[in-house]
Nanobody
Framework: QVQLVESGGGTVQSGGSLRLSCAAS????????MGWFRQTPGKGREGVAA???????NVQFSVKGRFTPSLDNAKNTLYLQMNRLKPEDTAMYYC??????????????????WGQGTQVTVS
């Protein structure tokens, strides 16, 4: 059974930093992708960043230059380093993982496993 456990959220002042972690267990995919998504009340889910098993990253434009995803394959852990945080970054942040399609595309967010989320509040 695949499990994803996020940690590292909290409350920080505008301009501050946080590092989110997502520990994954229970899957043995040889090719996979993991990603960070966020959601606020009244807004839809928004993709933030994604990383393929080979280290290829994709970062949403609004956080590019401030947020950096990384993947430690040995620890099966996904990270999101968030710098220069803004109040509009306040959200529940979720981690997700999925096996890549045969053509190499990542099926997230439509298909995949999800964590319970960690709250990030920027004041």
């Amino acid at each position: 059974q695949v499990q994803l456990v996020e940690s590292g959220g909290g409350t920080v002042q505008s301009g501050g930093s946080l590092r989110l972690s997502c520990a994954a267990s229970g899957y043995t995919y040889s090719s996979y992708c993991m990603g960070w998504f966020r959601q606020t009340p009244g807004k839809g889910r928004e993709g933030v960043a994604a990383v393929d098993y080979d280290g290829t990253t994709n970062v949403q434009f609004s956080v590019k230059g401030r947020f950096t995803p990384s993947l430690d394959n040995a620890k099966n852990t996904l990270y999101l380093q968030m710098n220069r945080l803004k109040p509009e970054d306040t959200a529940m942040y979720y981690c997700a993982a999925a096996e890549l399609y045969l053509d190499g595309r990542c099926p997230l967010p439509d298909i995949g496993y999800w964590g319970q989320g960690t709250q990030v509040t920027v004041s």
